[in-house]
């Protein structure tokens, strides 16, 4: 199984600060890598697919980058509706695996 | 688009429990699903996938042998059948749904807590 490691586990930030998230994975999964954002007692919510498209509706201050076995989400400006926890996913093969998750807090 | 799962609850270990996922505002037959779980302060796992046909289906080796996942399309309802239930199967159940061939996920259900406890 491909292993998905996330750092920092916790970040703290202010509004306003630009923010990243690592995400490695033990072997390389090309840019098949999706991010998704989860507010407490919420059902997780798409951000970013193939590790740097936008899913629509997302704000542009989200940006993803990387291929292989590293990348980055990147958070612009942090806003009060982004302090929340960001998970990575790889679907580079099966079993789909995701990070243990990024709390961003303030 | 909504995803509602239902069928959650309190049930004794080695007991069973079936979840529903009910789909609206869709094609729900043309899209393949997936079950996903998160235990308490956790973090997500993947383990049981359903093409839009049925054909392929997966399970992850934690729950394979015990779960059993199905869907009808006419009644645009993807079912999980759990037995054997351990503790550590405690968790808030989702169903989300793959947009298209590659297995991310772009709408998720509100999930439906499963505790596992005598």
């Known amino acids: ?106 | 688009v909504q995803l509602v799962e239902s069928g959650g609850g309190l049930v004794q270990p080695g007991g069973s429990l079936r979840l529903s996922c009910t789909a609206s505002g869709f094609s729900f037959s043309n899209y393949n699903m997936i079950w996903v779980r998160q235990a308490p302060g956790k973090g997500l796992e993947l383990f049981s996938y359903i093409s839009s046909s049925s054909r392929t289906i997966y399970y992850a080796d934690s729950v394979k042998g015990r779960f059993t996942i199905s869907r009808n399309n006419a009644q645009n309802s993807l079912s999980l059948q759990m037995n054997s239930l351990r503790d550590d199967d405690t968790a808030i159940y989702y169903c989300a749904r793959a947009p298209g061939v590659y297995p991310y996920f772009d709408y998720w259900g509100q999930g439906t807590l499963v505790t596992v406890s005598s």
């Open chain 1, 1 to 106: 199984d491909i292993q998905m490691t996330q750092s920092p586990s916790t970040l703290s930030a202010s509004m306003g600060d630009r923010i990243t998230i690592t995400c490695r994975a033990s072997q390389t999964i090309s840019s098949w890598l999706a991010w998704y954002q989860q507010k407490p007692g919420k059902a997780p919510n798409l951000l970013i697919y193939k590790a740097s498209t936008l899913q629509g509706g997302v704000p542009s201050r989200f940006s993803g980058s990387g291929s292989g076995t590293e990348f980055t989400l990147t958070i612009t400006s942090l806003q009060p509706d982004d302090f929340a926890t960001y998970h990575c996913q790889q679907y580079d093969s099966y079993p789909w695996t995701f990070g243990q998750g990024t709390k961003v807090e303030i």
